[in-house]
């Protein structure tokens, strides 16, 4: 069963992929080879963000803001993100969301049962949307040491 303290640090993703109820297919919504980061403190919060490794890209003489909303929406779409609290219960890690780029997330309570093989965390969930239940499979990996920045 996995404890917090195996928990912090940083890891990387190496996939995302959800399957449906009542179908055999599977989809990844980032893609085959998504980016990601999961961060674990040791005293308790949590930040994960996740994008397609080929993202649309704004142009770079304007303000986002600034930007044609269809424009802005394309490139954000490819990008997803929530941080908050974060506690271990019974094998399982609850995310206390705080903050996020859907606006809907704060406030929510996210579920993910957890597994540690070595280095290796994977997260299952599940949830409903439109009356379809999903269940997500997120594989990371942990993120190598940094070296400290020469001062």
Do not use: C
């Not at 142009?59 to 600034?66: L, M, N, T, V």
């Not at 490819?78 to 997330?105: D, E, M």
């Amino acid at each position: 069963m996995v404890e917090q303290q195996q928990l912090v640090g940083a890891w990387q993703l190496e996939s995302w992929s959800i399957g449906y109820e009542g179908r055999d297919d599977f989809s990844s919504p980032f893609g085959e080879d998504p980016l990601g980061l999961l961060v674990y403190t040791a005293d308790g919060w949590m930040s994960a963000s996740i994008n397609r490794r080929e993202r649309a890209r704004l142009p770079e003489d304007a303000s986002p803001r600034k930007v044609p909303d269809a424009q802005r929406a394309s490139a954000y779409s490819s990008y997803f993100h929530y941080a908050g609290r974060y506690r271990v219960v019974n094998g399982s890690v609850v995310h206390y969301v705080t903050q996020s780029l859907n606006p809907n997330f704060p406030g929510t309570e996210q579920l993910r049962h957890a597994e540690l093989d070595g280095q290796t965390l994977v997260l299952t969930g599940k949830d409903e949307v439109a009356g379809t239940v999903r269940y997500h499979t997120l594989v990371w990996h942990r993120a190598p040491a940094t070296q400290p920045a020469a001062g």
